[in-house]
């Protein structure tokens, strides 16, 4: 092998032997950037502008050069990697080279003319749909014969292929294409791998013959690596040192990715694969790809593509993009029913999933049910392509164990595959929770001798999946807490949708509403009430929010503190309700508040439209939605007065505390 300096390293050694260290470094880095922008200044127009500015703009400076796309091996691996092969040329095609080069192995060869002709007639097939020209370079799979037959596949090559070595200029730059396996065979690289003298003369001769200021080589075998030890390679790299323009060397073979660096100003890189086989490494250096090189008269820049990494400006049109997002918001996936759930025994039930397929397009659906431990559930196979307006609807038999004191899960969790015409795939998710209904849970109503509050640590949150309310509503509560520094949710369901009271320095509500138009779309956002101010945060202080579909209110201790008109509909999605936060586009508790919470209602009904004295408790009528009291508690749950069974689960750990609230509540805003 020869012992290759690094020529930048050697300009270093020079510097350092007349300057210390670091004055070195810094003139040579001087010396660099001076020259650059000396090269970028030079030959620029200045921009034509339209405004003043204190920037001085110009025009990218005039450089000629050219680009080519370059195949690692296809051969060794299964006639699917033909399909590889095929996105190169994809590829190729849209990063436009102005022509392609190979580093052999184009075959999987090794056999009998028939077979090797139907091989090539597969791989030309495939490379015919480049728009630019392509050029092969010989590889062991291309020409060695079934058992080593004697002149192998030469001819065949020759005759379908081209020569085994030759060159061509374009524009400015040399190229020249070599024969690493002029004997057949490889296994001994001092012997077999050795570049002939004929083909060294011609080497010579033509490198004498082209007045090109560039040249890159390419060859099969890497002959400068470790594996070919031995053979005559230093003796061929002299003869391109010593031209003094060759820039470059591109081989194969291997089947994993390789720069060698630069050796006497010669880089040498050898490419994996385009479709051929590869093994370990795939994370790092065995894998498909492609290389683009930008050529110009003094250097070339090299990227390396993994295979399918090259998409075209329309890999994702506007209508599919649209469609995407609003297969997103899940709006496809209905649930009907819900479960049930008994506190002692057994208990079953029905609910139907039903899929509808919203897209202009067909779409494949996989989907599957969720449960807790010790659930079962029953249903036909959730799979298959669905057409543009196909329903699927699913009967999912449920059984459910005996409550166990904490929350359980049923959901459904649903996959749409959406494929774009330009050959990508996006999956679209939707879960979706079903509600469980706690069967033989005796409401536990206000307890004037004894009252008990939430008591809420700042982490910690009550959740209870609410019914759609898409009419007029008030949420109301009785609060203390710290001073707020910032927003928190007090009693929200709010990730663009729903409504809620939010615990700031200017506490309020706010609900999202839509307005429909002919067609029920329309418009969609918040809009709010707030408080004029603050108050004494620690003192117990009633707060209300109402919607009565025309207006929102926001009340403190009785009083109107604020109001917005906003004539539309409620938009109310699935997200759950939370006490002491607010929820984000996955139903989980964020924004927490800290401090206690009592007597939490939520009714179908704006019952305040003007000031009003707050009741220290509540108790349902046939408007109440929710009514949690806080007194009395069973293991696992706050129980709901309402007698809709929305319970209270916990999130963390929210407690109780005995707390006189009726004689402390302050009620000033």
């Not at 479709?275 to 008269?297: C, D, L, M, P, T």
């Not at 609910?351 to 897209?359: E, L, R, Y």
Request: charged share 20%.
């Amino acid at each position: 092998m020869i012992l290759f300096i690094n020529e930048l390293e050697r300009t270093t050694i020079m510097i350092g032997l007349r300057f210390p260290g670091w004055i070195a470094l810094a003139a040579s880095v001087f010396l660099l950037l001076s020259a650059e922008n000396g090269v970028a200044q030079e030959g620029r127009r200045p921009v034509n502008a339209g405004t003043g500015s204190g920037q001085h703009l110009h025009a990218p400076r005039v450089q000629e050069n050219f680009s080519m796309a370059i195949f690692g091996d296809r051969t060794g691996g299964p006639e699917s990697g033909l399909k590889i092969l095929e996105e190169g040329v994809i590829m190729a095609n849209r990063l436009a080279p102005d022509f392609v080069m190979t580093v052999g192995d184009l075959i999987n060869g090794y056999n009998r003319t028939p077979e090797w002709l139907a091989q090539m007639k597969r791989f030309k097939s495939v490379m015919s749909h480049l728009r630019m020209p392509w050029y092969p370079v010989v590889g062991n799979h291309d020409v060695y014969g079934y058992k080593s037959a004697r002149g192998g596949n030469l001819e065949n090559y020759k005759k379908h292929f081209g020569p085994l070595y030759y060159s061509f200029d374009y524009r400015f730059a040399h190229i020249i294409c070599l024969f690493s396996d002029e004997k057949l065979s490889f296994s001994n690289a001092a012997v077999n791998q050795n570049m002939s003298k004929a083909q060294m003369a011609w080497l010579r001769k033509d490198l004498a013959s082209t007045r090109a200021g560039i040249v890159m080589a390419f060859l099969h075998h890497p002959r400068w690596t470790s594996g070919y030890a031995g053979c005559n390679w230093p003796r061929v790299h002299e003869i391109l040192k010593k031209d003094g323009r060759v820039k470059a060397v591109f081989a194969g073979h291997l089947h994993k990715y390789r720069d060698d660096g630069v050796h006497d100003g010669i880089h040498y890189y050898t490419l994996a694969t385009t479709g051929g086989s590869i093994g370990s490494y795939q994370e790092s250096f065995a894998f498909h790809h492609i290389n683009h090189v930008r050529v110009w008269k003094d250097r070339i820049s090299v990227a390396v593509l993994p295979v399918g990494s090259v998409r075209g400006g329309d890999l994702a049109l506007g209508k599919e993009v649209d469609e995407i997002l609003e297969l997103a918001r899940g709006g496809w996936l209905e649930v009907k029913g819900g479960a049930t759930m008994a506190m002692q025994g057994q208990a079953g039930s029905t609910v139907k999933v039903i899929i509808t397929n919203t897209a202009k397009r067909p779409v494949t659906l996989t989907g599957r049910m969720r449960t807790s431990k010790g659930w079962k559930v029953q249903h036909k196979k959730m799979e298959g392509t669905m057409k543009p307006g196909e329903m699927a609807v699913f009967p999912v038999s449920i059984r459910a164990p005996g409550y166990g004191g904490k929350r359980p899960y049923v959901g459904i969790e649903a996959t749409l595959n959406y494929a774009l015409q330009s050959g990508l795939n996006q999956p679209i998710q939707v879960r979706r929770r079903i509600p469980v209904t706690l069967r033989g849970v005796k409401a536990v109503a206000a307890a004037p001798g004894k009252n008990r509050v939430l008591e809420l640590d700042g982490k910690s949150a009550v959740r209870v999946n609410l019914p759609v309310l898409e009419g007029p509503f008030t949420v109301e509560c009785w609060v203390r807490g710290i001073k707020p520094a910032g927003r928190v949710g007090l009693v929200t369901a709010t990730e663009t949708s729903n409504f809620g009271i939010f615990w700031t320095p200017v506490p309020g509500g706010s609900v999202y509403v839509r307005n429909r138009g002919e067609n029920g779309k329309g418009n969609r956002g918040y809009i709010g009430a707030r408080a004029g101010e603050g108050w004494d945060w620690g003192c117990w202080t009633h707060l209300a929010f109402t919607y009565d579909g025309r207006t929102c209110r926001f009340f403190a201790g009785g009083k109107l503190q604020g109001s917005e008109a906003g004539r539309a509909p409620v938009f109310n999605s699935r997200y759950p309700l939370y006490i002491g936060a607010d929820t984000d586009s996955r139903s989980r508790a964020t924004s927490f508040f800290k401090g206690a919470v009592d007597e939490v209602r939520i009714s179908t009904v704006a019952r305040y439209v003007k000031n009003f004295r707050p009741a220290q408790q509540f108790r349902r009528d046939g408007d109440t939605a929710l009514l949690l009291h806080f007194d009395g508690a069973l293991k696992g749950i706050f129980p709901d007065d309402s007698g809709r069974g929305n319970h209270g689960w916990p999130v963390g750990r929210p407690g109780r505390k005995t707390e006189n609230r009726l004689a402390i509540s302050a009620g000033k805003p």
